[in-house]
Structure formats: C-alpha cells, structure tokens
C-alpha cells in the first residue's frame, strides 16, 4: 500500500517536474519564435552613442560586425569615441564607423543626423539603438519645472524625434530584418523618490515601445525596450552630484553594472527576442511583477516570478514607506533646531 508519504512526494516531484517541462516548453517557444539577431553589415545607428552605455552597445556592434554611427552633442567625445570603436571591428576593412554631432532634443537637429548618417554610410538604417537619456534627480517640490521638462525634452522627445524619422524611412524603403531598440530603465517599471521627472519620461518610453511593437509588426519592424539598473557611466557620476541623500540611501540595495555587462546582457536578451530586456535580478523582479500586458521572455518562469515579486513588493513598499516618512521627520527636526537657533 502506498503511505501518505510517498504520495506526498510523487506529488511534488509531479509538480516540479511539470513546471520544469512547461519552463522548456516556453524556452523552446522564444527560440523558435526569434529570428535571431543579426547585425552583420548592417548600419546601426546609435542615438547618444559617444560615452556610457550607448559607447559600450557601439562597440559590440563593432564586434559583432556592423557598420556603426553614432550620434551626440559633443564633437571631441565622439571623435575619441569613434577610434575606440574602431578598434573592436570584427573585420575592420570592411565595416565602416562614423560621428554626427546633434543636438537630438531638436527635431530639425534629429531629422538632419538621420539623413547625414545614411549620406555617409551609403546605406539606409537598418538597426536604431535609441540610448542618449539624461537623470537629473532631485525632490520634487526643490526641482523647477524647467529641470523638469529638460528631463523630458532629452529622454522622450529626443527618442521620439529620431525613432519617428528612422521608422518613416523603414517603413517607406521597405527595409528588411529591420529593428527598433528603445532604453527605458529599471524605473521605467516603478517610482521612486527623487526620480518624478526621470520616472515619468521612461515610463514614456515603455508606453512608447509597447504600442509600436504591436503598430510595426504591419511592417516586420521587430521593437525591443532594454531596463537597465543602476551603471556606472559619466552620466551616472553626473546625476549624483544633485542625487539626494535619500535617493542615494535606498538605491544602494542595487548594486550595479559595468556598460560593458549591460550591453552583453542586452543583446542575449535581442538574440532571444525578448521585448522588455533586463539584465539584473532586480529589474527581472520589477518587470514580471509590473509585466501588464507585454510578452513574457519565458511564460512559466515569468509567471511564478511575479506571483514571487507580489509578495516581495510589500515589504519593499514598507521599506520606502518608512524610510521616506522617517527622513521627513529628521527634516523637520532638523528645520525646528535650525529656526530655535535664529531665535536665540
Ligand atoms: N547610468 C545609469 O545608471 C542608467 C542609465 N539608463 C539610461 O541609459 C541611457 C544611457 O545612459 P548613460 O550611459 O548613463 O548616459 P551618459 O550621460 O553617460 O551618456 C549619454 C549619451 O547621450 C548623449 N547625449 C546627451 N544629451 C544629448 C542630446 N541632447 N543630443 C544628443 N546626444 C545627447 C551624450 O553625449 P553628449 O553629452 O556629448 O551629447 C552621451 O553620448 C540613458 O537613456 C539613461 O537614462 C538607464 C538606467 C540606469
Ligand atoms: C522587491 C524587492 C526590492 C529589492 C530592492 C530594490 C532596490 C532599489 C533599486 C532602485 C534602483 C534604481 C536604479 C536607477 C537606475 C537609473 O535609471 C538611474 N541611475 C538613472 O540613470
């Protein structure tokens, strides 16, 4: 006779093992459904490509064989950029790397970058990395709307300038195997204080990404959003000299990435056809417990996650809660002391 026990564990077994085979099933599933991600003699453009994360997406472009622009205000950074990249060309008589300096918050700035590249190149853009973004954090009611609106004017009207021209030439040139990738960020999937503004436009870009992956598969455009965390580029340096301490405090818990392992990161997530991208633990949690209506990168996986990230986001919310509550009455502790020694 079989014991309660024994039961008990062909039951879990059953379980686990049921999962296991649904979790390859969906793996399968992605790998079938992906048509890969080739840039071998294709222009890339990459939009904020001189320094950080979009120089390090450059240079694996490089590697992996494309011919690569990139684009940015700043002349000498590009020039310097451009040799660097260079330097990683898979097979460098052949491919062929240029800079074009522009403004991309301008719209006419976008639309002439867009066409000088392709004068360049000799050939249409193929592949559109969207990476130039800016974080200027800071509190809320500290911040004037001016800094607020640069935030956006750069993070989503500047990504919007250059996908909109680059996608209207797509669609009018019928290009093949052509691809849109956007960066959003971690807090493109959730809020967090000192980040209103920076919050607002890469949940701009996601809203952005999602609705074109769905409009541009009328022309086999395949669109693709990448999360990253926290990364230490000379962005990163420059938004922690307005960061507050607050901010500072609780981002800690994440520990961060090199451009380098983001971009690697990225394109395994562009090899497997996944639509949103992460590449940390964090950002995965963030983006199966907010995932809404977007594909799933693994259908098993992702759905026990965010059953996992449901539960774990309560706890986090107290943490936040509690932190942010407590620091306002250090503030105001520290505002009275300052008001009874005036007094004095
Ligand atoms: N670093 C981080 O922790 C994280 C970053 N991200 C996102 O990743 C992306 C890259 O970030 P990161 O590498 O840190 O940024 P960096 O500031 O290091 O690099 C930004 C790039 O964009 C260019 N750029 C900035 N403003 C403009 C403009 N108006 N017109 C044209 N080009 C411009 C810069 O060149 P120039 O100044 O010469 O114009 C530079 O090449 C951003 O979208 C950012 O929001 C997401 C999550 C985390
Ligand atoms: C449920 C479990 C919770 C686990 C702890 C979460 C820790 C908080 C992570 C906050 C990370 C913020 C990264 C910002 C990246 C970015 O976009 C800016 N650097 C702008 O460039």
Redesign the pocket.
């Given at each position: 006779m079989t014991e309660n026990w024994q039961v008990a564990i062909i039951t879990v077994f059953t379980v686990l093992g049921g999962i296991t085979i649904a979790a390859v099933v969906s793996e399968v599933y992605m790998w079938l459904t992906s048509s890969g991600f080739s840039v071998r003699d294709k222009h890339c453009y990459v939009?904020?490509?001189?320094?950080?994360?979009?120089k390090a997406i450059a240079q694996d472009l490089a590697r992996r064989g494309a011919h690569v622009t990139i684009?940015?205000?700043?002349e000498s950074?590009l020039k310097e950029a451009l040799e660097e990249i260079k330097a990683c060309a898979q097979l460098p008589e052949e491919q062929k790397f240029y800079y074009v300096a522009?403004?991309?918050?301008n719209y006419e700035e976008a639309v002439k970058a867009v066409s000088q590249a392709v004068e360049k190149q000799g050939q249409s853009i193929e592949i559109l990395f969207s990476?130039?973004?800016?974080?200027c954090p800071g509190l809320f009611v500290e911040q004037d709307v001016p800094t607020l609106t640069k935030i956006m004017n750069?993070?989503y009207f500047?990504t919007l300038h250059t996908v909109h021209e680059v996608t209207k030439r797509m669609v009018a040139e019928n290009i093949k195997g052509a691809r849109i990738v956007l960066?959003s960020?971690?807090l493109g999937f959730f809020g967090l204080i000192g980040y209103s503004g920076y919050c607002a436009s890469?949940f701009a870009i996601r809203g952005l990404a999602e609705a074109l992956r769905i409009e541009l598969r009328m022309y086999s455009i395949g669109v693709h959003c990448y999360f990253?965390?926290?990364?230490f580029?000379?962005?990163?340096e420059?938004e922690n000299l307005t960061k507050p301490q607050i901010t500072k405090d609780i981002e800690g818990a994440d520990e961060g990435m090199t451009?380098e392992q983001c971009s690697k990161g990225m394109f395994k997530g562009l090899v497997r056809g996944e639509f949103a991208i992460t590449t940390d633990p964090i950002s995965m949690l963030f983006r199966c417990g907010t995932r809404g209506a977007i594909p799933n990168n693994n259908f098993v996986l992702d759905t026990i996650i965010s059953g996992i990230a449901w539960i774990a986001f309560i706890p986090w919310r107290m943490f936040v809660d509690y932190t942010v509550t407590k620091h306002a009455a250090t503030v105001s502790k520290s505002k009275n002391k300052m008001k009874n020694r005036k007094s004095e």
């Open positions: 939009a904020g490509g001189s320094q950080g994360l979009g684009v940015a205000r700043r950074v522009a403004d991309l918050t990476v130039a973004g800016m974080a750069l993070n500047g960066v960020s971690t890469k990253p965390g926290t990364i580029t000379p962005g990163y420059s451009p």
